[in-house]
């Protein structure tokens, strides 16, 4: 417990002062993708601060208008995203959104709609066993300006399949999601996060035009279009917390994450070097 605070405590210092430095600087921010998964009845009221929050703050656009020309606008700019269209986000998030006159992209695991979240085993998943949404549901909310997106038919980890098996749960989960919203569907988000070269080459020979990871980083307009980072939030956060991570400053652990192994890597050869050079003067 003790650990666990002491490391929040430092990766949001740290968060802080690479948000610091970039406003000093004057860095140009880049757009931001923002996920949520469920949105439960008690969150309603921190979900709304945040999306008032960045109504007067930023630009909010729909996924596909903002990873399709990401240098062509303004430094505030973030896109809101929701994982697996659970019911509770059409009942408590979808109504602030249209208080506030806000979109989102809501990623679908078509082979579970109108049952219940039960693809993760872990009692610690907070959505475990939620309803997601029914296809009339998501079929009201198409019409309505929401963009769908696949989020794979049943929810694996797509780096665990073959190549048969991967090639199934991309295109099924895109051909459904196209049969029932009337219109091409262009993104996926990789459960788990879980993708790599493999599946983007696979995403790509089906139709995708992008994909939403979970790796906390901004869009970048030189990025491969089927690796776009996003960043976690939640309505029980704090407003600091949240703020930061609009302002894609939360990128900061990315990059002290890849230090940390840059250092530990140098540190491992060095100390390997030194052995070998022990030995050979024995």
């Not at 085993?121 to 309803?131: F, H, I, L, R, T």
């Amino acid at each position: 417990m003790i650990v666990n605070r002491l490391k929040q405590t430092v990766e949001l210092i740290c968060t802080v002062a690479y948000h610091c430095f970039s406003v000093v600087a004057g860095r140009k921010r880049k757009p931001v993708v923002l996920y949520y998964h469920g949105i439960k009845d008690g969150e309603r009221h921190g979900f709304r601060r945040q999306m008032e929050y960045l109504r007067r703050k930023y630009t909010v656009l729909k996924p596909t208008e903002l990873v399709e020309q990401p240098a062509g606008y303004r430094h505030k700019t973030v896109a809101i995203t929701f994982d697996d269209a659970l019911a509770s986000v059409k009942e408590n998030a979808i109504p602030i959104l249209r208080e506030f006159g806000l979109s989102a992209g809501i990623f679908v695991p078509t082979g579970h709609v109108g049952k219940t979240a039960s693809w993760d085993v872990s009692a610690n998943c907070a959505d475990k066993d939620e309803p997601l949404m029914k296809w009339a549901d998501i079929e009201a909310l198409g019409a309505e300006g929401f963009q769908f997106f696949s989020h794979s038919v049943s929810h694996c980890r797509l780096t665990e399949l073959d190549a048969h098996e991967l090639e199934n749960e991309l295109l099924d989960s895109r051909s459904t999601l196209e049969r029932m919203l009337g219109h091409q569907v262009e993104a996926i988000s990789y459960p788990y996060g879980a993708y790599d070269s493999l599946v983007c080459r696979a995403a790509r020979a089906v139709g995708y035009r992008y994909g939403f990871t979970i790796t906390p980083e901004c869009v970048d307009a030189d990025a491969d279009p089927l690796q776009l980072g996003r960043f976690a939030v939640s309505p029980t956060e704090s407003m600091l917390a949240f703020r930061l991570k609009a302002a894609g400053a939360c990128q900061a652990l990315k990059d002290l994450r890849h230090m940390k192994h840059r250092w530990f890597g140098w540190a491992m050869r060095r100390k390997r070097d030194r052995f070998a050079l022990e030995e050979l003067c024995d």
